[in-house]
């Protein structure tokens, strides 16, 4: 079954390139002519890994090309990811199956909610890559995925096609909590160093600070029933953030080059989390009002 991959940014070039070069049968979906014109113009996809690039000739079309599509790994950005799967809304085929690589939590839902014949498959990546130019891409460390859907044990057997593309995964009943997880280090490291103006190992300067939120996170992940995911949340944000030292976050990268952030998928969902759960979280909510306030200083969205 062809893979169909809408979004050629990071981590939906990534696997791409891995699928196409494992013999996989993939499919780049563009958002326009003009798109498309200059990726068929670089004359593929560049994959950089160890200071070595290699070009991936990898076929190309946009939402409105015609033909079915059964498998779709939707890679695009959390606030980009209703409307994008609306978009292929006519070609999906009964029973298709969308795996949704965002970050954060809600916009899985709304894509849910819009394609409810469509069988939706959470993902969530630890893997490293960044885009270097238009279709070029450099893979910055081997990480791991997780996909599944809430409460089904059972996996899929295309998952094979993943260990023969080299890329590290796991499925599991509990994806939720692997995404309640990865939010809850997010919304405790991104957000700083967009504040403190700095790289992600910069942030053991501020000790207290990242103890405070990881509290905070840790009460709103055990009031919403995801004990595993509040679990020693404290020293695993240390780790990340040692682990990540030199890198820039991706909020901080987004901030820095003028575009959106997910700040509606990371703090500010798990502050409106909070307040369903009528949890008191005063730090978070400073954190977020400063937060929108810096970004509507540059001119940014704020959702």
Same mark, same amino acid.
């Given at each position: 079954m062809?893979?169909?991959?809408? &979004?050629?940014?990071?981590?939906?070039?990534?696997?791409?390139?891995?699928?196409?070069?494992?013999?996989?049968?993939?499919? $780049?979906?563009?958002?326009?002519?003009?798109?498309l014109a200059a990726y068929r113009a670089a004359g593929g996809l560049s994959l950089v890994e160890n200071g070595q690039s290699h070009l991936y000739p990898i076929p190309a079309e946009t939402a409105d090309t015609s033909g079915p599509v059964q498998r779709l790994l939707l890679a695009c950005k959390a606030y980009d990811a209703e409307e994008a799967a609306a978009s292929l809304a006519p070609r999906l085929g009964p029973n298709? #199956?969308?795996?949704?690589?965002?970050?954060?939590?809600?916009?899985?839902?709304?894509?849910?909610?819009? $394609?409810?014949?469509?069988? +939706?498959?959470?993902?969530?990546?630890?893997?490293?890559?960044?885009? #270097?130019d238009a279709f070029r891409v450099v893979f910055a460390g081997q990480g791991h995925t997780w996909l599944?859907?809430?409460?089904?044990?059972?996996?899929?057997?295309?998952?094979?096609?993943?260990?023969?593309? &080299?890329?590290?995964? *796991?499925?599991?009943? *509990?994806?939720?909590?692997?995404?309640?997880?990865? $939010?809850? $280090?997010? +919304?405790?490291?991104?957000?700083?160093?967009?504040?403190?103006? +700095?790289?992600?190992?910069?942030?053991?300067?501020?000790?207290?600070?990242?103890?405070?939120?990881? #509290?905070e996170l840790t009460r709103l992940l055990l009031s919403c029933a995801q004990k595993d995911a509040a679990d020693g949340l404290l020293t695993d944000v240390q780790r990340v953030i040692e682990a990540t030292a030199a890198n820039y976050s991706s909020m901080y990268q987004d901030v820095a080059r003028g575009q959106r952030t997910e700040i509606a998928y990371l703090l500010g969902y798990a502050c409106a989390a909070a307040r369903q759960q009528q949890l008191n979280v005063p730090r978070l909510d400073a954190l977020h009002a400063q937060l929108l306030a810096h970004l509507a200083a540059r001119g940014l969205p704020l959702v």
């Open positions: 062809t893979w169909h991959v809408l &979004g050629a940014g990071s981590l939906g070039s990534l696997w791409a390139a891995r699928l196409f070069r494992a013999g996989l049968p993939v499919r $780049l979906i563009l958002r326009s002519t003009e798109r298709a #199956e969308i795996i949704l690589l965002q970050n954060g939590l809600g916009s899985q839902d709304a894509v849910a909610t819009r $394609l409810p014949r469509a069988r +939706c498959i959470l993902a969530s990546s630890t893997e490293g890559a960044f885009r #270097e599944g859907i809430p409460g089904q044990t059972q996996a899929p057997g295309w998952l094979a096609e993943l260990t023969q593309a &080299g890329i590290s995964h *796991d499925w599991t009943a *509990d994806i939720l909590g692997k995404l309640w997880r990865k $939010l809850a $280090l997010n +919304c405790a490291i991104n957000p700083l160093t967009v504040m403190h103006n +700095c790289r992600n190992g910069d942030l053991r300067d501020w000790p207290h600070e990242v103890a405070a939120l990881c #509290e």
